[in-house]
């Protein structure tokens, strides 16, 4: 078996930070949303492939920890400018990459975002 990363991705274009429903359009939009990604979480658990999974906090709330110099340097916000970036995540174990992406689609389609599939290194 293959861990891989099913990343969701937002962009500002599809996310407002100010509004309490994010990415969605009104509160009906993200609890079903919401109610079809627990769904997809709880296959993932029945069908034995969930390693762990959560939603993050949007960029403004990220704090860069910088320690590779003398001193540590702590700044508010994200290090890098990208127009997208990392809402949530799924670490899953599968036997391949087809499987992944199988699931990937599944998790796009219950979170209505676009997800990467990425493998971890061989330890």
């Known amino acids: 078996m293959t861990q891989y990363l099913l990343s969701v991705h937002h962009s500002p274009e599809e996310y407002n930070a100010s509004s309490k429903y994010g990415a969605y359009a ?3 939009e993200m609890q079903a949303a919401l109610a079809a990604t627990g769904a997809f979480n709880e296959q993932l658990m029945n069908d034995g492939v969930w390693v762990f999974a959560g939603g993050l906090m949007p960029p403004e709330s990220t704090t860069t920890v910088d320690g590779r110099g003398d001193e ?3 700044t508010d916000g994200p290090f890098a400018e990208s127009k997208e970036y990392l809402g949530g995540f799924w670490v899953i ?3 391949d990459l087809d499987a992944a992406l199988k699931l990937a689609a599944q998790g796009s389609r219950a979170c209505g975002q676009r997800v990467q599939v990425r493998p971890f290194q061989s330890v």
């Open 26 to 28: 009104d509160e009906a």
């Open 72 to 74: 540590t340097i702590i």
């Open 93 to 95: 174990d599968v036997p």
